[in-house]
Nanobody, 115 residues
Framework: QVQLVESGGGVVQPGGSLRLSCAAS????????MGWYRQAPGNQREFVAS???????NYADSVKGRFTISRDNAKTTVYLQMNSLKAEDTAVYYC?????????WGQGTQVTVSS
């Protein structure tokens, strides 16, 4: 079983920055793909970014050049550095981790971009 604890959400002005963190723990020996999705009110959950155990990254077109995903050396924590935030980035951000053949989701953290 995998537990995910997210942190770092909040309210920021347009053009500002936030850093999200997601710490994974549990009985799984290693975590494969780690990533972030988001869901705005009235919208479906959408992919934001992901990183593999080999640190290969992938980004949604809407965040390329503004967001950076990374993992710590132990590969149990994933980060999302969000710069140049826009109002349309406002959403609940969810951590997603695949491990041991299972997909695991965090509880979500709210990001609000507003002046």
């Amino acid at each position: 079983q995998v537990q995910l604890v997210e942190s770092g959400g909040g309210v920021v002005q347009p053009g500002g920055s936030l850093r999200l963190s997601c710490a994974a723990s549990g009985s799984i020996c290693s975590f494969n793909s780690m990533g972030w999705y988001r869901q705005a009110p009235g919208n479906q959950r959408e992919f934001v970014a992901s990183i593999t155990s080999g640190r290969s990254t992938n980004y949604a077109d809407s965040v390329k050049g503004r967001f950076t995903i990374s993992r710590d050396n132990a590969k149990t924590t994933v980060y999302l550095q969000m710069n140049s935030l826009k109002a349309e980035d406002t959403a609940v951000y969810y951590c997603r981790v695949t491990a041991g053949g299972t997909i695991n989701w965090g509880q979500g953290t709210q990001v609000t971009v507003s002046s």
